[in-house]
């Protein structure tokens, strides 16, 4: 298995709703990644998990809780979020944190959110 | 500090002209250089990195260190070449390890039949 796996691939979520993005590998990476993606714009690292811990916040609302509860799952809990939320949610996984020069990045899918 | 420039939002082009696809980046250090496509509602896929030197899908990208540029060409480009195109940098570190990946905002290329 070579892929990184999202579900949901669509979600739309009320303000007040409570959901959860979930993304899968199974290629044993230990580092993982949440990235967002507004329409027509680059992604834009939200967080970095390492070995389970997560490495980097990039300042991220705390509306936008992560969380790896083992090597090859990472989650990402949604609560009071805003219509401004609505992106594409990719996640993505490397070997390592950082990624060696040899075997870079793979991302998923990813999951299209949107906020009503 | 690390940053990736396309100048160009969108670019069409025929089925068959040469395309270039323009990508300026600023770092201090020696970066590491991607081109990354993302074909309609798919997900973003690695298309080149500087150092493997290859051509895939007919693309090929030179790093000019001295420009500081590494622009994305295809000499014939083929309608299933419309996509989205960002290129990205990533610090090395250590001459192994990759730091983060920092995306320009992507040129939306356009391939008329």
């Known amino acids: 298995d070579t892929e990184v796996t999202q579900t949901p691939k669509h979600l739309v979520m009320g303000m007040t709703n409570k959901k959860s993005l979930k993304c899968e590998q199974h290629m044993g990476h230990r580092a993982m990644y949440w990235y967002k993606q507004k329409a027509k714009k680059p992604p834009e690292l939200m967080f970095v998990y390492s070995y389970e811990k997560l490495s980097i916040n990039e300042s991220v609302p705390s509306r936008f809780s992560p969380e790896c509860p083992n090597s090859s799952l990472l989650n990402l809990h949604l609560h009071a979020l805003q219509p401004e939320d609505s992106a594409l949610y990719l996640c993505?996984?490397?070997?390592?944190?950082?990624?060696?020069?040899?075997?870079?990045?793979?991302f998923g899918s990813g999951t299209r959110l949107t906020v009503v | 500090a690390q940053r990736v420039t396309q100048p160009e939002k969108l670019l069409s082009v025929f089925k068959g002209a040469p395309v270039e696809l323009k990508c300026n980046y600023s770092y201090s250090g020696s970066p590491e250089l991607f081109w990354y496509v993302q074909y309609s509602r798919q997900r973003l896929q690695l298309l080149l990195r500087h150092i493997s030197r290859e051509s895939i899908k007919g693309f090929t990208a030179d790093l000019n260190k001295g420009e500081t540029s590494f622009h994305l060409k295809k000499p014939f480009a083929q309608e299933e070449d419309s996509a989205m195109y960002y290129c990205?940098?990533?610090?090395?570190?250590?001459?192994?390890?990759?730091?983060?990946?920092?995306f320009g905002r992507g040129t939306q290329l356009t391939v008329w039949p």
């Open positions: 993505a996984s490397s070997q390592e944190w950082p990624a060696s020069r040899r075997d870079g990045y793979t």
């Open positions: 990205a940098l990533s610090t090395v570190d250590r001459g192994s390890t990759l730091g983060r990946l920092y």
